[in-house]
């Protein structure tokens, strides 16, 4: 069964910052992209951040350019997301995703809310 684990979520003041990260029980064979989507109540399920194996090509969503970073560690199979100048719009279970082999997993979720 593959597991996920996933930390770092929580609460924290607007212009505040957090980091996320998950590490999969994938095998790392296989793995193309790792990254980050959310979702919050009533939306759809958006992307944040991916970043590919091969050349370390990343995307993100125009809403978090320049404000989140998202890294991986390889070895770890392991992928990290660092928020700053959080917005009470990026309110959201943000999940962990993997790209296997074509096939998508997803992470359970963790809770991030932005909010004085």
């Known amino acids: 069964q593959v597991q996920f684990v996933e930390s770092g979520g929580g609460l924290v003041r607007p212009g505040g910052s957090l980091k996320l990260s998950c590490a999969t029980s994938?095998?790392?064979?296989?793995?193309?992209?790792m990254g980050w989507y959310r979702q919050s109540p009533g939306k759809q399920r958006e992307l944040v951040a991916t970043k590919t194996t091969g050349g370390g090509l990343t995307n993100y969503a125009d809403s978090v350019k320049g404000r989140f970073t998202i890294s991986r560690d390889n070895a770890k199979n392991t992928v990290y997301l660092q928020m700053n100048s959080l917005k009470a719009e990026d309110t959201a279970v943000y999940y962990c995703?993997?790209?296997?082999?074509?096939?998508?997993?997803w992470g359970q979720g963790t809770q991030v809310t932005v909010s004085s």
């Open positions: 995703y993997v790209r296997r082999l074509g096939v998508d997993y």
């Open positions: 994938l095998n790392a064979f296989g793995i193309a992209v």
